[in-house]
């Protein structure tokens, strides 16, 4: 599976951006997709993922109500919708795909194989 992002870029706060992962290559063994950042000096953080059957989504708490995950199946691709922006988003965000342990691992960078290359978001206050 590869993965590519983008839709990353320089807002000011409060405003939105929305992130692309598209998945190419044995896509149909993807179970679930996911999103996670890191800041400088920071470990990698998990901010949100989809699971393809039931469709069930987990974020973070500290986007929850400001972010959205979802799914285009038909171009194998899950976006990042991302409104209310504030300075302590600024990130780099990577999608990761297909998690090792379901549900509980869906939280631990260390459980994905899959991943793009990155997209920085930077948010000005």
């Known amino acids: 599976v590869q993965l590519q992002a983008s839709g990353g870029g320089l807002v000011q706060a409060g405003g939105s951006l929305r992130l692309s992962c598209a998945a190419s290559?044995?896509?149909?063994?993807?179970?679930?997709m996911a999103w996670f950042r890191q800041a400088p000096g920071k470990e990698r953080e998990f901010v949100a993922a989809?699971?393809?059957?039931?469709?069930?989504?987990y974020y973070t708490n500290s986007v929850k109500g400001r972010f959205a995950i979802a799914r285009d199946n038909a171009k194998n691709t899950v976006y990042l919708q991302m409104n209310s922006l504030k300075p302590e988003d600024t990130a780099v965000y990577y999608c990761?795909?297909?998690?090792?342990?379901?549900?509980?691992?869906?939280?631990?960078?260390?459980?994905?194989?899959?991943w793009g290359q990155g997209t920085q978001v930077t948010v000005s206050s």
């Open positions: 290559g044995r896509t149909f063994s993807i179970r679930a």
């Open positions: 989809l699971y393809w059957r039931g469709g069930s989504t």
């Open positions: 990761a795909a297909d998690p090792r342990i379901i549900t509980s691992g869906t939280y631990n960078p260390e459980n994905y194989d899959y």
